[in-house]
Nanobody, 117 residues
Framework: VQLQASGGGLVQAGGSLRLSCAAS????????MAWYRQAPGKQRELVAA???????NYADSVKGRFTISRDNTKKTMYLQMNNLKPEDTAVYYCNVRRNFGAIRDYWGQGTQVTVSS
């Protein structure tokens, strides 16, 4: 699986961005897909994810502002980010986690999101 993230950029506080993550290769229905982010000097953190049951999960800091979605026909995952804040500034990564007895993570290359105050 190869993942290509795009859609990052520079935006003012209160603005919006939509990130995309296009996957090549086979995506299984049992794969978990998620967005993570990593700010300078901080650990990578989970932003939003599809759970194995098909529901969604969000970090408390983005609830009500970010929406994760996917288009299975295009093998693309999205992250709609509204009301962006300077603390959302980070490199955003898409992730596919596969568990066929052993967990394997696939990562995109990351896309930079910068929110100015």
């Amino acid at each position: 699986v190869q993942l290509q993230a795009s859609g990052g950029g520079l935006v003012q506080a209160g603005g919006s961005l939509r990130l995309s993550c296009a996957a090549s290769g086979t995506i299984f229905s049992s794969d978990n897909m998620a967005w993570y982010r990593q700010a300078p000097g901080k650990q990578r953190e989970l932003v939003a994810a599809f759970t194995s049951g098909g529901s969604t999960n969000y970090a408390d800091s983005v609830k009500g502002r970010f929406t994760i979605s996917r288009d299975n026909t295009k093998k693309t995952m999205y992250l709609q980010m509204n009301n962006l804040k300077p603390e959302d500034t980070a490199v955003y990564y898409c992730n596919v986690r596969r568990n066929f007895g052993a967990i394997r993570d696939y990562w995109g290359q990351g896309t930079q999101v910068t929110v100015s105050s």
